[in-house]
Protein backbone atom coordinates (compact mmCIF):
# COMPACT_ATOMS: atom_id res chain seq x y z
CA UNK A 1 0.00 0.00 0.00
CA UNK A 2 1.27 3.35 -1.36
CA UNK A 3 0.92 5.90 1.43
CA UNK A 4 -0.49 9.41 0.29
CA UNK A 5 0.57 12.85 1.27
CA UNK A 6 -1.38 15.81 0.97
CA UNK A 7 1.43 18.27 0.79
CA UNK A 8 3.18 20.05 -2.58
CA UNK A 9 5.45 22.41 -1.01
CA UNK A 10 6.47 24.17 -4.34
CA UNK A 11 5.46 24.05 -8.09
CA UNK A 12 5.58 26.14 -10.96
CA UNK A 13 2.54 27.42 -12.34
CA UNK A 14 3.08 28.93 -15.40
CA UNK A 15 4.38 32.13 -15.44
CA UNK A 16 5.15 32.07 -11.45
CA UNK A 17 6.30 29.79 -8.38
CA UNK A 18 3.56 28.74 -5.25
CA UNK A 19 5.06 27.78 -2.41
CA UNK A 20 3.73 26.98 1.33
CA UNK A 21 4.64 29.58 2.94
CA UNK A 22 6.67 27.81 6.09
CA UNK A 23 7.65 31.16 7.91
CA UNK A 24 3.67 31.22 9.34
CA UNK A 25 3.31 27.44 10.09
CA UNK A 26 1.53 26.19 12.41
CA UNK A 27 -0.83 28.96 12.94
CA UNK A 28 -1.38 29.42 9.26
CA UNK A 29 -1.12 26.71 5.94
CA UNK A 30 -1.09 28.99 3.21
CA UNK A 31 0.17 29.62 -0.46
CA UNK A 32 2.31 32.91 -1.51
CA UNK A 33 3.35 33.31 -5.51
CA UNK A 34 6.76 34.23 -5.88
CA UNK A 35 6.68 36.38 -9.17
CA UNK A 36 10.75 37.43 -9.94
CA UNK A 37 14.00 36.18 -9.30
CA UNK A 38 14.99 38.79 -6.58
CA UNK A 39 11.95 37.69 -4.61
CA UNK A 40 12.59 34.03 -4.94
CA UNK A 41 16.05 34.91 -3.67
CA UNK A 42 14.88 36.83 -0.86
CA UNK A 43 12.26 33.80 -0.08
CA UNK A 44 15.38 31.26 0.11
CA UNK A 45 17.05 33.59 2.22
CA UNK A 46 14.41 34.74 4.66
CA UNK A 47 13.12 30.84 4.54
CA UNK A 48 9.69 31.41 3.14
CA UNK A 49 10.84 28.07 1.29
CA UNK A 50 13.71 25.67 2.98
CA UNK A 51 14.80 22.29 3.26
CA UNK A 52 18.01 21.42 0.97
CA UNK A 53 15.51 19.61 -1.81
CA UNK A 54 13.05 22.60 -1.63
CA UNK A 55 15.63 24.95 -1.80
CA UNK A 56 17.43 23.61 -4.70
CA UNK A 57 13.46 23.26 -6.67
CA UNK A 58 13.52 27.16 -5.39
CA UNK A 59 16.26 28.09 -6.52
CA UNK A 60 15.21 26.27 -10.69
CA UNK A 61 12.61 28.43 -10.31
CA UNK A 62 14.27 31.64 -9.42
CA UNK A 63 15.90 31.14 -12.86
CA UNK A 64 13.09 30.72 -14.68
CA UNK A 65 11.68 33.96 -12.88
CA UNK A 66 15.23 35.74 -14.03
CA UNK A 67 14.65 34.33 -17.57
CA UNK A 68 11.69 35.84 -18.17
CA UNK A 69 12.57 39.35 -16.58
CA UNK A 70 15.75 39.62 -19.21
CA UNK A 71 13.16 39.00 -22.06
CA UNK A 72 11.55 42.36 -21.55
CA UNK A 73 15.05 44.04 -21.74
CA UNK A 74 15.00 43.20 -25.45
CA UNK A 75 18.91 41.67 -25.48
CA UNK A 76 20.84 39.95 -27.69
CA UNK A 77 20.30 35.82 -27.31
CA UNK A 78 24.03 35.80 -26.09
CA UNK A 79 23.41 38.72 -23.84
CA UNK A 80 20.41 37.22 -22.54
CA UNK A 81 22.59 34.36 -22.01
CA UNK A 82 25.37 35.50 -20.75
CA UNK A 83 23.82 37.55 -17.73
CA UNK A 84 21.40 34.43 -17.32
CA UNK A 85 24.12 32.52 -16.52
CA UNK A 86 25.38 35.22 -14.01
CA UNK A 87 22.11 35.38 -12.25
CA UNK A 88 21.74 31.30 -11.82
CA UNK A 89 25.35 31.88 -10.36
CA UNK A 90 23.64 34.66 -7.67
CA UNK A 91 20.86 32.59 -6.94
CA UNK A 92 23.35 29.93 -6.16
CA UNK A 93 24.40 32.74 -3.22
CA UNK A 94 21.26 32.20 -1.37
CA UNK A 95 21.90 29.96 1.25
CA UNK A 96 25.32 28.48 1.35
CA UNK A 97 25.28 24.88 3.15
CA UNK A 98 22.60 22.66 1.14
CA UNK A 99 24.24 21.62 -1.67
CA UNK A 100 20.96 20.67 -3.83
CA UNK A 101 20.67 25.03 -4.45
CA UNK A 102 23.68 24.54 -5.90
CA UNK A 103 23.11 20.99 -7.97
CA UNK A 104 19.44 22.59 -9.44
CA UNK A 105 20.81 26.27 -10.46
CA UNK A 106 23.79 23.71 -12.39
CA UNK A 107 20.99 21.98 -14.05
CA UNK A 108 19.42 25.46 -15.14
CA UNK A 109 22.96 26.31 -16.25
CA UNK A 110 22.98 23.48 -18.18
CA UNK A 111 20.02 23.78 -20.07
CA UNK A 112 20.61 27.16 -20.90
CA UNK A 113 24.36 26.22 -21.90
CA UNK A 114 23.01 22.91 -24.23
CA UNK A 115 20.23 25.29 -25.82
CA UNK A 116 20.27 26.06 -29.87
CA UNK A 117 16.63 27.54 -29.22
CA UNK A 118 15.93 31.51 -28.96
CA UNK A 119 15.13 33.26 -25.90
CA UNK A 120 11.42 32.43 -25.90
CA UNK A 121 12.84 28.57 -26.65
CA UNK A 122 15.25 28.72 -23.87
CA UNK A 123 12.79 29.73 -21.31
CA UNK A 124 10.55 27.26 -22.29
CA UNK A 125 13.09 24.49 -21.89
CA UNK A 126 13.99 25.96 -18.51
CA UNK A 127 10.05 25.52 -17.29
CA UNK A 128 10.69 21.87 -18.77
CA UNK A 129 13.48 21.08 -17.22
CA UNK A 130 12.05 22.76 -13.71
CA UNK A 131 9.36 20.62 -13.74
CA UNK A 132 11.04 17.64 -14.61
CA UNK A 133 13.10 18.63 -11.44
CA UNK A 134 10.14 18.92 -9.40
CA UNK A 135 8.59 15.32 -10.69
CA UNK A 136 11.82 13.40 -9.91
CA UNK A 137 12.22 14.89 -6.73
CA UNK A 138 9.12 13.06 -5.48
CA UNK A 139 9.95 9.71 -7.08
CA UNK A 140 13.16 10.08 -5.57
CA UNK A 141 11.59 10.63 -2.11
CA UNK A 142 9.77 7.72 -2.41
CA UNK A 143 12.38 5.58 -3.49
CA UNK A 144 13.97 6.93 -0.36
CA UNK A 145 11.13 6.19 1.56
CA UNK A 146 10.94 2.39 0.44
CA UNK A 147 14.57 1.80 1.13
CA UNK A 148 14.44 2.91 4.42
CA UNK A 149 11.04 1.29 5.36
CA UNK A 150 13.07 -1.86 4.95
CA UNK A 151 15.18 -0.89 8.08
CA UNK A 152 12.46 0.28 10.13
CA UNK A 153 11.91 -2.80 13.01
CA UNK A 154 8.13 -3.52 14.14
CA UNK A 155 6.80 -1.03 15.65
CA UNK A 156 9.47 1.27 15.78
CA UNK A 157 10.03 4.61 17.69
CA UNK A 158 11.79 6.60 15.06
CA UNK A 159 13.20 10.25 16.47
CA UNK A 160 14.12 12.80 14.19
CA UNK A 161 15.72 16.12 14.09
CA UNK A 162 14.26 19.63 12.35
CA UNK A 163 11.93 18.03 9.32
CA UNK A 164 13.22 16.79 6.74
CA UNK A 165 9.48 16.12 5.48
CA UNK A 166 6.98 16.63 3.06
CA UNK A 167 7.87 20.44 3.46
CA UNK A 168 11.64 20.28 3.26
CA UNK A 169 10.91 18.84 -0.77
CA UNK A 170 8.35 18.97 -3.32
CA UNK A 171 6.99 16.28 -1.29
CA UNK A 172 6.84 13.09 0.70
CA UNK A 173 10.26 13.88 2.56
CA UNK A 174 12.97 11.93 3.07
CA UNK A 175 13.39 11.36 6.67
CA UNK A 176 10.01 11.35 6.76
CA UNK A 177 9.52 9.77 3.47
CA UNK A 178 11.14 6.93 5.78
CA UNK A 179 8.59 7.20 8.08
CA UNK A 180 5.81 7.97 5.39
CA UNK A 181 6.50 4.17 4.07
CA UNK A 182 7.43 2.26 6.89
CA UNK A 183 3.99 3.78 8.44
CA UNK A 184 2.46 2.23 5.30
CA UNK A 185 3.17 -1.06 6.37
CA UNK A 186 3.21 -1.16 9.89
CA UNK A 187 0.70 1.76 11.64
CA UNK A 188 2.19 0.56 14.93
CA UNK A 189 5.49 3.35 14.22
CA UNK A 190 5.76 6.74 15.82
CA UNK A 191 7.50 9.39 15.64
CA UNK A 192 9.77 11.82 18.11
CA UNK A 193 10.29 14.92 17.39
CA UNK A 194 13.04 17.51 18.36
CA UNK A 195 11.83 20.95 18.87
CA UNK A 196 15.11 22.10 16.70
CA UNK A 197 15.57 25.35 18.46
CA UNK A 198 16.75 28.03 17.31
CA UNK A 199 13.64 28.26 14.23
CA UNK A 200 11.86 25.20 16.09
CA UNK A 201 11.21 23.28 12.61
CA UNK A 202 10.83 20.47 14.63
CA UNK A 203 7.76 21.51 16.75
CA UNK A 204 6.37 23.68 13.83
CA UNK A 205 6.47 22.08 10.97
CA UNK A 206 7.61 17.74 11.40
CA UNK A 207 4.20 17.64 14.01
CA UNK A 208 2.68 19.92 11.58
CA UNK A 209 3.23 17.63 8.61
CA UNK A 210 2.52 14.43 10.39
CA UNK A 211 -0.20 15.35 12.32
CA UNK A 212 -2.14 16.65 8.87
CA UNK A 213 -1.03 12.96 7.41
CA UNK A 214 -2.32 11.05 10.64
CA UNK A 215 0.97 9.94 11.67
CA UNK A 216 1.52 9.38 15.63
CA UNK A 217 4.09 12.38 16.86
CA UNK A 218 5.47 13.13 20.62
CA UNK A 219 7.00 16.41 20.38
CA UNK A 220 10.39 17.00 22.70
CA UNK A 221 12.46 19.04 23.56
CA UNK A 222 16.32 18.98 21.84
CA UNK A 223 17.73 18.07 25.53
CA UNK A 224 15.66 15.46 26.23
CA UNK A 225 16.79 12.91 23.39
CA UNK A 226 19.34 10.72 25.50
CA UNK A 227 16.89 10.93 28.19
CA UNK A 228 14.25 8.95 26.21
CA UNK A 229 17.41 6.90 24.45
CA UNK A 230 18.41 5.72 28.12
CA UNK A 231 14.70 4.60 28.71
CA UNK A 232 15.02 2.40 25.37
CA UNK A 233 11.84 4.26 24.15
CA UNK A 234 13.94 5.31 20.77
CA UNK A 235 14.45 2.33 18.29
CA UNK A 236 16.29 4.15 15.38
CA UNK A 237 16.91 7.65 14.43
CA UNK A 238 16.68 8.94 10.49
CA UNK A 239 17.76 13.11 9.36
CA UNK A 240 17.92 14.30 6.61
CA UNK A 241 20.97 15.90 5.13
CA UNK A 242 22.15 19.34 3.90
CA UNK A 243 25.57 17.64 2.63
CA UNK A 244 27.24 14.70 2.75
CA UNK A 245 30.98 15.14 1.78
CA UNK A 246 33.08 11.82 0.02
CA UNK A 247 33.59 10.49 3.21
CA UNK A 248 29.78 10.22 4.28
CA UNK A 249 30.16 13.23 6.87
CA UNK A 250 26.91 14.73 6.68
CA UNK A 251 26.06 18.45 7.40
CA UNK A 252 22.19 18.94 8.69
CA UNK A 253 20.49 20.77 11.60
CA UNK A 254 22.65 22.15 14.20
CA UNK A 255 21.78 19.76 17.02
CA UNK A 256 21.72 16.32 14.60
CA UNK A 257 25.72 15.86 15.71
CA UNK A 258 24.63 16.01 19.35
CA UNK A 259 21.57 12.89 18.07
CA UNK A 260 24.25 11.24 16.45
CA UNK A 261 26.68 11.22 19.88
CA UNK A 262 23.84 10.04 21.96
CA UNK A 263 22.43 7.63 19.45
CA UNK A 264 26.49 5.68 19.62
CA UNK A 265 26.47 5.72 23.16
CA UNK A 266 23.12 3.95 22.95
CA UNK A 267 23.47 1.91 20.38
CA UNK A 268 20.78 3.04 18.45
CA UNK A 269 21.43 2.73 14.92
CA UNK A 270 21.56 6.77 13.29
CA UNK A 271 20.37 6.55 9.36
CA UNK A 272 20.59 10.04 6.80
CA UNK A 273 17.97 9.78 4.18
CA UNK A 274 19.61 11.82 1.32
CA UNK A 275 18.71 12.22 -2.55
CA UNK A 276 22.24 11.50 -4.11
CA UNK A 277 21.60 15.21 -5.17
CA UNK A 278 22.92 16.44 -1.77
CA UNK A 279 26.08 14.20 -2.31
CA UNK A 280 28.92 16.49 -3.42
CA UNK A 281 31.61 13.85 -4.68
CA UNK A 282 33.56 17.36 -4.81
CA UNK A 283 34.73 17.93 -1.01
CA UNK A 284 37.15 15.15 0.65
CA UNK A 285 35.26 15.62 4.35
CA UNK A 286 32.99 17.58 6.14
CA UNK A 287 35.41 20.06 7.09
CA UNK A 288 35.36 21.92 4.36
CA UNK A 289 31.33 22.28 4.34
CA UNK A 290 30.48 26.31 4.55
CA UNK A 291 28.10 26.27 7.78
CA UNK A 292 25.92 29.23 8.01
CA UNK A 293 25.73 31.58 9.96
CA UNK A 294 22.44 33.63 10.75
CA UNK A 295 21.02 35.95 12.81
CA UNK A 296 21.73 36.54 16.44
CA UNK A 297 18.46 37.12 16.64
CA UNK A 298 16.75 33.54 15.91
CA UNK A 299 18.72 32.82 19.34
CA UNK A 300 17.51 35.95 21.60
CA UNK A 301 13.83 36.08 20.63
CA UNK A 302 11.41 34.00 20.48
CA UNK A 303 8.23 35.22 18.21
CA UNK A 304 9.63 38.48 18.64
CA UNK A 305 10.06 38.32 22.12
CA UNK A 306 13.69 38.00 23.79
CA UNK A 307 14.46 35.37 25.69
CA UNK A 308 17.68 36.81 26.93
CA UNK A 309 18.95 40.19 28.59
CA UNK A 310 20.06 42.21 25.11
CA UNK A 311 22.62 43.74 26.66
CA UNK A 312 26.19 41.93 28.11
CA UNK A 313 24.99 38.35 26.42
CA UNK A 314 27.04 37.50 23.11
CA UNK A 315 25.29 35.10 20.77
CA UNK A 316 26.56 32.91 17.98
CA UNK A 317 23.98 30.86 15.61
CA UNK A 318 25.19 28.48 13.56
CA UNK A 319 22.39 26.72 11.47
CA UNK A 320 24.02 23.65 10.51
CA UNK A 321 26.93 21.41 12.25
CA UNK A 322 28.70 18.14 10.73
CA UNK A 323 28.28 14.40 11.85
CA UNK A 324 31.25 12.47 11.45
CA UNK A 325 31.14 9.62 9.10
CA UNK A 326 31.92 7.04 11.77
CA UNK A 327 28.47 7.83 13.54
CA UNK A 328 26.37 7.25 10.63
CA UNK A 329 24.81 3.43 10.46
CA UNK A 330 23.87 3.72 6.67
CA UNK A 331 23.05 6.70 4.09
CA UNK A 332 19.00 5.85 2.83
CA UNK A 333 19.37 7.52 -1.09
CA UNK A 334 17.19 6.40 -3.68
CA UNK A 335 19.71 4.03 -5.08
CA UNK A 336 19.52 1.86 -1.93
CA UNK A 337 21.10 1.78 1.50
CA UNK A 338 24.95 3.14 1.43
CA UNK A 339 27.06 1.54 3.93
CA UNK A 340 30.18 2.29 5.54
CA UNK A 341 33.71 2.50 3.86
CA UNK A 342 31.12 5.54 2.98
CA UNK A 343 34.66 6.28 0.63
CA UNK A 344 34.22 3.53 -1.62
CA UNK A 345 30.47 2.82 -1.19
CA UNK A 346 29.82 6.98 -2.26
CA UNK A 347 32.54 6.48 -5.42
CA UNK A 348 30.47 3.19 -6.28
CA UNK A 349 27.00 4.82 -6.51
CA UNK A 350 28.90 7.99 -8.85
CA UNK A 351 30.07 5.50 -10.93
O1 LIG B 1 17.56 25.57 7.79
P1 LIG B 1 16.65 24.57 7.15
O2 LIG B 1 15.31 24.50 7.78
O3 LIG B 1 16.61 24.73 5.65
O4 LIG B 1 17.37 23.19 7.45
C1 LIG B 1 16.78 22.01 7.00
C2 LIG B 1 17.49 20.79 7.41
O5 LIG B 1 18.51 20.81 8.07
C3 LIG B 1 16.95 19.50 6.85
O6 LIG B 1 17.11 18.46 7.76
C4 LIG B 1 17.68 19.18 5.56
O7 LIG B 1 17.63 20.27 4.68
C5 LIG B 1 17.14 17.98 4.89
S1 LIG B 1 15.60 18.30 4.12
C6 LIG B 1 15.04 16.92 3.35
Redesign the pocket.
Known amino acids: MEFKSKIKTIEWVDTYSKMVDQTVIPYEYKFVNITSGDEMFNAIRN?IV??????GIAGAHGVILYAQELEKQNLSRSEFVNKLIEKAEYMKTS?PT?VNLMWACQKQIEVIKNSNADIKGIIEELKQNGIKLENEDIEINKKIGDYGAEVVPEGATILT?????AL??VGY???LGVVRSAYAKDNTIQVFADETRP?Q?GSRITTFELAMDGIPVTLITDGMCSYFMKKGMIDMVV????RIAANGDTA??IG?YTVAIAAKYHNIPFYV??PLS?IDISIKSGDEIPI?ERSHEEVTHINGKPVCPLKGVNVINP??DVTPHELITGIITEKGILRPDYNKSIREIFV
Do not use: L
Open positions: MRGAPAIRAHCNAGATGTARQVGADNKTAATEGF
